[in-house]
Nanobody, 125 residues
Framework: QVQLVESGGGLVQAGASLRLSCAAS????????MGWFRQAPGKERAFVAA????????YYADSVKGRFTISRDNAKNTVYMQMNNLKPEDTAVYYC??????????????????WGQGTQVTVSS
């Protein structure tokens, strides 16, 4: 089992920055990749970013490229997402996810085995 706990969300104005953290515990050594998804009210949960275990590869949704940066510290079993130049459309609950499978598809939700409880990010205009 793997447990994921997100933190770092909050209420900010447009143009501000936030850094989300996802602390993993349990059998984390088997995880091949971790990702961030977000869900806005009335919308489906959508891919934001992913990072492989070695951190050699990162992937981003087009909507956040150039503004968000995913990183990880394996010694701390923690994944981060630095979010800069936040926009009102970034408002959502952000979820951390982890998976075992080594796949080239990082976007599909059902390829991830574990999820955190989510952290709210609200960006005011």
């Amino acid at each position: 089992q793997v447990q994921l706990v997100e933190s770092g969300g909050g209420l900010v104005q447009a143009g501000a920055s936030l850094r989300l953290s996802c602390a993993a515990s349990g059998r984390t050594s088997s995880m091949s990749a971790m990702g961030w998804f977000r869900q806005a009210p009335g919308k489906e949960r959508a891919f934001v970013a992913a990072i492989t275990r070695s951190a050699s590869n990162t992937y981003y949704a087009d909507s956040v490229k150039g503004r968000f940066t995913i990183s990880r510290d394996n010694a701390k079993n923690t994944v981060y997402m630095q979010m800069n130049n936040l926009k009102p459309e970034d408002t959502a609950v952000y979820y951390c996810a982890a998976r075992y499978a080594v796949l080239t598809d990082y976007i599909r939700r059902n390829t991830y085995n574990y999820w955190g409880q989510g952290t709210q990010v609200t960006v005011s205009s």
